[in-house]
């Protein structure tokens, strides 16, 4: 059996699948140990549902069908259904029909039939297909709800376990999205293009179908459109959109596919993907399927020559899409090859020169799941781009970034809108110096099948997980909302992690990093502080609704009970506050301190006509004339923030530096201490010395 294969199809060991209409990727049907083939998967026995007539429409279908001509048999299907006639074959190669050219809206109706009418025994990809389809018409609801039965079933597909561990997808791809400004191109045709790549800065490499006439006998089967060949357009003055493409001279277009390219840095070599086609002949699979192979060339006089095919393709997979590094020693790309995690994984082989190659390594699954990955493009930083259905989406492809790491690459992070929408999005590249790339996508609004289109990046992207709290700081008393509250994060360090201000409304909201424990506090004038602790997972999720409820600060308090002060009394000592305590051989005010000092300054707000000093001290440890000049700065940053933080007039706040004079426990020269006993010495005070 001869298949030209569709570009973006995979097929894989497990079950088969395509991710659109004609574009480089895998078309392949077999059996592997411990998996079920196409026939005995999906085929029923039509003889006991329909007419002889009919059984011979649904034969002919079928083998459309498995020839890849999806089109053909989609009419007959069609025709079947309409005249009332159902089953579980009829609806699952229905419902596979539209999903397998990208007209996932379309599926939704046949998968609906299918797993309504036949739910018994149903093959769990179908459930996955469904939620995929259903996302394609925006009904996200629906579709997490059979995310939840394809978990149940599945329980360890990472797909499965992705979904349920980022329930809150659509928040954070929500947050990720607005980060790049799109622009449609004029190269567009009314047939597919896509895969863009650069060759130097100043010229894109993309595939087009563009080029067949529609006669051509050579049509795809799969839909009916010429074969892809590779054309080049270079990239106009304002950085973005393009001019009129031409195709790529010399051997490296033929009569059957070519797509999914990739340069060296000096443009003279060229890696890319066509159908098996070396020294003008066609290579098929065991099976009789033509399948996928990277080759190279090599540019001589603008021609591009000496075409060699890659040593670790082979007639029984499918390895396509090459993406080289910046430094041209690793050449990153898509496979079926034995090794795949899933439907189609990332691998990565190094380029070893002189036409050899190291052993081809999967990515390993912080990138691959049990579904589609493809596409790939490591940018010049080493930042890893690439399109996925297995990883949390809105549709079809989304793409998807990992940045490099001790262990190979993070967690995917989906790039959010509106480069991902939910269509199929896919074949990202970016000119990270610019800032500006392009993208392919089959989204509503295009010219044709799949087009390209440009974008800037205008915001950096989160690209590490991270965890979300938010929200509202209310007054204890009245509930009232409250306004310009400060919110700290610090983590077990003592170091400030994130901070933030609630709004109009007392809401606030903050971010964390993964797999961590953390203190969060609210304060705000005239209010005591307060605090929580906070254990995060290593899960990427939205915490929602950690609130603050403050009381009203310990200076009203005094206030109210008309406490009696004296002169030469401590005001942290009354007010309860937290010393002041300074790190070893320094003299910043910490986070912890910060919270304590708010209290200060609420007193001293409160009460105008108080006068107090801060007095500052250090441990026994240096010189004592060291000590001194330490001290000094303490009380000057003590002082410093008082009056910047609390606009508090500096004359009310005079202060003394003591060293190591007035230690508060045992710990003088040459007495052994901890260091907790050291720290106990180094302090600030506040003591009163007028009030009225």
Known sequence: MFSNTPWKQVFNIKFWDRLKNHTLFFASIFIKRNFISFWALILLSSSQLFSQDQDKQITKADQSFTAFAYIDARAIYMDVAQRGYSSQNLYSKLGDSFYFTGDLEDSVKWYEKLIQNYPEDLNPEYLFRYAQSLKSVERYKEADNIMDQFYAITGNDKRAKSFIEKRNYLDFIEMQSGKYDIFPLSINSKNSEYAPSFNNKNQIVFASSRSKNINDSKLHKWNKMPFLDIFSSNI?????????????????????????????????????SRNNYTNNKLGTSKKGVVLLKLYMATLKDGIWTDIIELPFSSDEYSVSHPSLSADGAKLYFASDMPGTLGQSDLFVVDVLGGGKYGEPKNLGGNINTEGRETFPYISDSGRLYFSSDGHVGLGGLDIFVSVPNESGFS?????????????????????????????????????????????????????????????????????????????????????????????????????VPCSESYVIRAALNEYIPKEVTLETTDVFEFIHDIPFALEGVAAQKLLSTRVEVTIGDDLGKILQVEPIYFGLDDYEISPNAEVELQKIISAMNKYPELKIEVRSHTDSRSSHWYNKKLSVKRMRATIRYIVRKGNIDWQRIPGKAYGERRLINKCADGIDCTEEEHQENRRSEFIIVEIK
């Open 236 to 272: 106009k003055e304002d950085q973005i959109t393009l001019e009129d493409p031409v195709k790529l001279k010399g051997k490296i277009n033929t009569k059957f596919h070519e797509s999914s390219t990739s340069f060296s840095k000096d443009g003279e070599t060229v890696y890319f």
């Open 411 to 511: 967690n995917a992070f989906n790039i959010g809108k509106p480069v991902n929408s939910s269509k199929d999005d896919f074949t990202f590249v970016l000119n990270e110096d610019t800032k500006i790339g392009y993208f392919a996508s089959n989204r509503k609004g295009g010219k044709g099948n799949d087009d390209i289109y440009s974008f800037k990046q205008v915001e950096e992207l989160i690209t590490s997980c991270m965890q979300y709290v938010e929200g509202t700081v209310t007054d204890n008393a009245t509930g009232e909302p409250l306004i310009r509250a400060d919110i700290i994060v610090l983590d077990k360090n003592e170091n400030m992690v994130d901070q933030a201000v609630s709004d109009l409304k007392g809401k606030y909201k903050i971010k």
